[in-house]
């Protein structure tokens, strides 16, 4: 983290040039020297103007101070006894309370003018009733902030009335990372990232973009992907990122992809156990002796030989011998769509808490269309098996029901009686047929 005594602050100084400076918050070299010509410069801006340095200045340094966990040089504490980012609000608040800051775009075209940037400032805690904020800035706020207690303050070098929603995901962002805690998903968001895009229950809605990536910015940028048609092909600037909704924009700016974890027991309370259905049902079999959950759901698509035939075998071998409920659901091998809004429904309507979803099986636009669902309800917990583990018992499991996504191993085990099971459900030369071997199933689960 660095500040400003470069003489590239003071050519953005002396040009009152806070677009840029905004634009490379948090890259400015703050070191021990203290430039005795500062306030001079300060003294010559028009009174708004030497505010808005002024603000911009405090903003910076408490990033610093956040950041490092210090102040770069004794002098600057100077300026923190004295000033604070916004009129009413002090320094030494702002470090006592949980800050973020997040940069957006505005677009200028309809004033005939260069693209300008806006930032937000995010303060969360208990702040003296005479520090006002700036929401009458943002109507309609109040639907994106998790505490009512969070304060919202604005620093723009263009216009301060804006026109559409393009800011809110710039400030669903800042809250997120407010409420999370996160230094490293703060400093990221603050410092790297332009934000685009109107947000409605969680999902990212289009904005138009005008003249905004006319910017000459060393960010990436988030936009909608409903507005990705709006880039023009000719587009040389930083990189964009086109997102449907804040866990996408969360993974972007983090840099988080999918987490793994630990090997772990079998998943335990399993309300309904979802299995695809193809031409190899030994995953399914494996699956459905190591969960402890009496309703089944078997899924399987048109075709007769290689889903249906196995799926109506597999439901009435399992109610007569392990007293389980086999539901049969059809669902679409060549339409992902069709197949995300049937399994989708059928979510919505079930009342179960947890669902154990088996995805080794179907083809790949079934599973697909699996794991889309279950991005959207976090409830739903996949679980795959290698053709090639030779392990007994062990899957792999994906589960979205937190960001970033986790997956890893699970073993489960149902005791000696598993064994007579193991040379067909995990050995490629198993000396049975699928149809054979489910015949002579006469496991029964203790309930």
Not at 225 to 254: C, F, N
């Amino acid at each position: 983290m660095r500040f400003l005594t470069s003489p590239q602050f003071i050519n953005d100084f002396c040009r009152g040039r806070l677009k840029n400076a905004l634009l490379h918050f948090g890259k400015r070299n703050y070191n021990s020297q203290w430039n005795t010509g500062f306030w001079d410069y300060l003294s010559q801006f028009h009174e708004e103007n030497k505010n808005r340095w002024i603000q911009f200045i405090g903003r910076e340094l408490i990033h610093c101070v956040k950041s490092t966990k210090q102040f770069p040089s004794s002098a600057w504490e100077k300026f923190a006894d004295e000033y604070g980012p916004e009129s009413n609000l002090t320094f030494k608040e702002c470090l006592v309370h949980q800050c973020s800051f997040a940069l957006f775009p505005l677009d200028e075209s309809a004033n005939n003018t260069e693209s300008q940037v806006a930032q937000i400032m995010l303060v969360n805690g208990k702040l003296r009733p005479e520090v006002v904020d700036h929401r009458h800035h943002f109507p309609g706020l109040e639907n994106l902030l998790a505490d009512d207690r969070t304060k919202v303050f604005l620093l723009s070098s263009g216009s301060e009335i804006f026109v559409g929603d393009s800011w809110q995901l710039a400030l669903a962002l800042a809250d997120k990372a407010l409420r999370e805690g996160n230094s490293s998903f703060s400093k990221e968001l603050a410092e790297n990232w332009l934000l685009s895009g109107a947000v409605s229950e969680d999902k990212v809605r289009h904005v138009h973009l005008g003249n905004k990536l006319e910017l000459n910015s060393p960010r990436q940028w988030l936009v909608p992907a409903a507005s990705g048609r709006e880039i023009p092909d000719d587009y040389k600037g930083s990189g964009i990122y086109l997102i449907s909704d804040l866990t996408q924009a969360e993974m972007h700016v983090s840099g988080a992809g999918t987490k793994r974890r630990e090997q772990s027991e079998w998943p335990q309370e399993i309300d309904e156990h979802h299995l695809l259905v193809g031409s190899n049902i030994k995953a399914q079999v494996a699956s459905i002796l190591l969960t402890d959950c009496p309703r089944i759901i078997l899924w399987h698509s048109s075709d007769e030989e290689s889903s249906i035939k196995p799926a109506n075998i597999l439901k009435s071998v399992i109610e007569e011998t392990i007293g389980y409920t086999c539901v049969l659901k059809e669902m679409f091998a060549s339409d992902i769509v069709k197949s995300e809004k049937i399994l989708r429904d059928f979510i919505k309507s079930s009342e179960a808490r947890n669902i154990l979803f088996n995805v080794t099986s179907g083809n790949r636009l079934m599973s697909y269309a699996v794991q889309a669902v279950a991005r959207l309800f976090p409830h739903i917990q996949l679980i795959y098996r290698e053709i090639t583990d030779e392990v007994p018992n062990r899957f792999k499991l994906l589960s979205y029901e937190q960001f970033p996504p986790y997956s890893g191993e699970i073993i489960g085990n149902i005791g000696s009686r598993m064994e007579v099971y193991v040379d067909f459900l995990y050995k490629k030369d198993g000396c049975e047929t699928a149809e054979e071997f489910i015949k002579k199933l006469n496991f029964r689960h203790k309930r």
